[in-house]
């Protein structure tokens, strides 16, 4: 047909406006959810399609890089870690910053395990197992929204390795496609089954969220040679949008999450990636392309402000709530432009163990800063008048998996 193109034509190493575009929406959603905006209940769905996207990319990466003989490990997590390392480390060196002026020895104690955590991609596992997560403190916690980081990067350490030993024996596409569609359906049925009896270990572990990266990973291996019209590419972007917007508007905090109705954020991401519309108004367009490209440093700023407009018992009020969004696309505008692309474009150029290390040594040193504070005087007042705000206001953490616990 005249109008048909590959599905994966754009290839894993290039640019896809559209994905690009689809990260704008499911950013969009997940700020707007935190902020309290009426109408996006169910916005914590954007980190679902945010999951599908990596492991489209990340699966396309490393099965081209197989099937060409020239993956390596290696250069594959240095790539990443120079991608989301310098925005995370800048984000915790200013937190720990302000945290020694406002918080007191104990609580900052508690912040210093969370930015070493966050830090080393393991938060997930701390903020699972810390007692009274989802009590009024849990609005405390400045790098709660890092957990969906730790849940990737877990994801990124173990699925190359996993495809590359199993290339060496059986150097076949389809055995990559085997793989990914029986871990999908092993980590979808522990999904399902956690989210009926342990739901926060549903939310939070890996094992229960690899089945979406794994379904972008078997969009992008089912779809490489797939050609679709323009027709049906249309319907399936529509499709995929309307599902996506269902789950927005008609989950909430009360839902049972994620389950088998995380199928509805994943499938409308397969649907609108597979669809490959680069001209879509949806998500071609100039703002689409702004705030797409600015997601990750969009998302890593956005949370802590929610807190601290929660800690002065600001999150309620408008004015307050819409300078929170501007000063959340301002932030994100000044890592993205400062942090993101100065480090990438500049670690890019170093020979891998110069670079490795100069990430690491970072990480390393702002993680030791955590310990400074723990020899001074602990400061008192700013933590209790807020403890006894926080207790009147009666503000807490919004999540998708709180009013389970009441049951």
Request: charged letters at 10%; a positive charge; glycine letters at 8%.
């Amino acid at each position: 047909m005249s109008h048909s193109i590959s599905a994966s034509a754009a290839g894993a190493n290039e640019f896809r406006r559209d994905i690009n575009g689809l990260r704008a929406w499911a950013v969009v959603a997940v700020v707007l959810y935190h902020f309290g905006i009426a109408g996006f209940g169910g916005g914590f769905v954007g980190v679902d399609v945010f999951f599908v996207i990596s492991g489209f990319l990340m699966t396309g990466i490393i099965s081209k890089g197989l099937q060409q003989g020239d993956f390596s490990l290696w250069s594959f997590y240095l790539a990443r870690a120079r991608r989301i390392l310098p925005p995370l480390v800048l984000l915790a060196a200013v937190l720990l910053l302000v945290g020694w002026f406002i918080l007191m020895s104990k609580e900052y104690e508690v912040l210093g395990g969370h930015v070493r955590r966050t830090l080393f991609f393991a938060s997930n596992l701390r903020y699972l197992n810390e007692s009274g997560y989802f009590d009024l403190d849990a609005h405390e916690k400045w790098l709660l929204h890092s957990w969906s980081l730790s849940v990737e990067w877990q994801f990124y350490l173990l699925l190359p390795v996993l495809l590359w030993a199993v290339w060496r024996f059986f150097p076949s596409r389809w055995t990559i496609i085997g793989i990914h569609a029986v871990l999908l359906l092993v980590s979808f049925g522990i999904c399902v089954t956690l989210t009926l009896s342990q739901p926060p270990k549903a939310f939070y572990l890996l094992q229960s969220r690899a089945w979406e990266f794994l379904a972008g990973g078997l969009l992008f291996l089912l779809s490489e040679n797939l050609k679709l019209s323009r027709r049906i590419r249309n319907g399936f972007e529509w499709l995929g949008f309307a599902l996506i917007a269902s789950a927005i508007v008609l989950l909430d905090a009360s839902s049972l999450w994620p389950g088998w109705l995380a199928l509805l954020p994943c499938s409308g991401a397969i649907l609108v990636i597979l669809a490959q519309h680069e001209g879509s108004p949806w998500t071609g367009g100039s703002v689409a392309q702004w705030l797409g490209s600015r997601s990750y440093s969009i998302y890593l700023w956005h949370w802590p402000l929610v807190v601290g407009l929660a800690y002065c018992e600001k999150l309620d009020d408008p004015i307050w709530m819409f300078s929170g969004l501007v000063a959340t696309l301002l932030l994100g505008q000044l890592s993205y432009a400062l942090i993101e692309i100065p480090a990438r474009r500049g670690l890019q150029g170093v020979a891998p163990r110069w670079a490795t290390a100069c990430v690491l040594l970072v990480a390393c040193a702002v993680s030791l800063l955590t310990q400074v504070r723990m020899t001074m005087v602990p400061r008192q007042g700013a933590a209790t008048s807020h403890s006894r705000a926080m207790a009147r206001s009666g503000n807490a953490v919004s999540g998708p998996w709180a009013p389970k616990l009441t049951n």
